[in-house]
Nanobody, 117 residues
Framework: VQLVESGGGLVQAGGSLTLSCAAS????????MGWYRQAPGKQRELVAA???????NYDDSVKGRFAISRDDAKNTGYLQMNSLKPEDTAVYYC????????????WGQGTQVTVSS
């Protein structure tokens, strides 16, 4: 599975951004898509995920502000980010979970999101 993110950038606090993740290859092996982020000096963390059945989960820090979705016809996942805060600044990675191993083993290249105060 190959994943390509887009949509990052610089935004002021309180603003919005939408990230996209285009999937290709053996997409039938995917049973969930997620968005991780990694800020400088911090570990990579799962921000949001959506399963093939449509169930979603969010980190507490983004609940009510971020929304994950997918368009199966386009093989694309999205992360709508609203009310952005400076602490949301990070490199955001799209990831796919393998249905056989339940491992997040496909990753995009990452896209930088910077929120200025």
């Amino acid at each position: 599975v190959q994943l390509v993110e887009s949509g990052g950038g610089l935004v002021q606090a309180g603003g919005s951004l939408t990230l996209s993740c285009a999937a290709s290859g053996n997409i039938f092996n995917i049973n969930a898509m997620g968005w991780y982020r990694q800020a400088p000096g911090k570990q990579r963390e799962l921000v949001a995920a959506i399963t093939s059945g449509g169930s979603t989960n969010y980190d507490d820090s983004v609940k009510g502000r971020f929304a994950i979705s997918r368009d199966d016809a386009k093989n694309t996942g999205y992360l709508q980010m609203n009310s952005l805060k400076p602490e949301d600044t990070a490199v955001y990675y799209c990831a796919a979970r393998d249905r056989a191993t339940f491992m997040w083993d496909s990753w995009g290249q990452g896209t930088q999101v910077t929120v200025s105060s």
